[in-house]
């Protein structure tokens, strides 16, 4: 590779020059070597997510005294565990000549803080309820706002969720977290109209983005796992299938 550019910006307007934080240095460092390293594919899809948001906005005001906030991203942990089941290539690390298949399901998240991006992970996931997971979540987020995350609350994860849904966005290429083979991105959710066979009607449509590391997944492989993940949501009783 030819040198980085050095170039002197003071010759062309003012500047500020500001540190980067030790998050920035270590998660740019780790970024770097996966966007290398791995032959990455992305797969976008749509998903509708009508009934879900019905049933979590209903939910949630029924437990509304209590405190209790389920959130779309907690759906996602456990879709995302329906789907790791189904796809066993999906749940793996390569180990040179080898393929690691994990039998165990913990999820991580990206999770914004103002030092940088973080990925807590929700251990056991297939052992815990949509609600314990929302739970869960919301005090590792707030554990990564406040800089307390230990190191066991970000390690082991299979899989991760990057969900830029509270902000905004249509698709992106999220970048895979190293030893984990694929990384589920998810945007923000939007009511568009679906032609039902006699008229267009309201539906609400969760864009995704799937990247995958092609040494060990195939295209159809990932758009077979988009697919099912978009049905789970979809219709969420087939998490018990
Ligand atoms: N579509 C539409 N709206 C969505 C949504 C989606 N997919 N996901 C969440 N929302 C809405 C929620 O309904 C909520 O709205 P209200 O405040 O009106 O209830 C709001 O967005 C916030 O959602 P939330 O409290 O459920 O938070 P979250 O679970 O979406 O996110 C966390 C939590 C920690 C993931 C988030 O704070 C965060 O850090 N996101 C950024 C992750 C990131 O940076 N990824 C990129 C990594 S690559 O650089």
């Not at 390293?37 to 009508?50: A, G, Q, S």
């Not at 180990?95 to 914004?112: R, S, T």
Request: net charge positive.
């Amino acid at each position: 590779l030819i040198p980085w550019p050095k170039v002197d910006f003071t010759k062309f307007g003012e500047i500020e020059r500001k540190d980067l934080s030790r998050i920035n240095k270590i998660s740019g460092a780790n970024l770097h070597r996966n966007w290398v390293m791995i032959p990455h594919v992305t797969n976008h899809d749509d998903c509708d997510i009508t009934e879900l948001e019905v049933f979590r906005v209903a939910i949630n005001k029924e437990n509304e005294k209590a405190g209790v906030k389920l959130t779309m991203l907690a759906f996602m942990v456990k879709a995302s565990v329906a789907a790791l089941r189904k796809f066993p290539e999906f749940n793996s690390s390569l180990d040179g000549d080898q393929l690691v298949l994990k039998k165990y399901f913990h999820i991580g998240f990206a999770a914004d803080t103002p030092g940088g991006l973080v990925v807590p992970v929700i251990k056991d996931a297939d052992k815990k309820g949509v609600i314990q997971i929302s739970q869960e979540m919301a005090e590792l987020a707030r554990k990564a706002r406040d800089g307390k995350l230990s190191p066991a609350d970000m390690s082991g994860a299979c899989f991760t969720i990057s969900s830029l849904g509270g902000i905004g966005g249509r698709y992106f290429t999220p970048i895979i977290n190293a030893p984990e083979v694929a990384i589920m991105g998810v945007c923000k959710s939007q009511l568009e109209p679906k032609w039902d066979g006699k008229a267009f009607v309201p539906r609400l449509i969760l864009p995704l983005s799937l990247s995958w590391d092609h040494r060990v997944i195939d295209g159809a492989s990932a758009a077979r796992f988009n697919a099912f993940f978009g049905q789970v949501l979809a219709d969420f009783r087939r998490v018990l299938l």
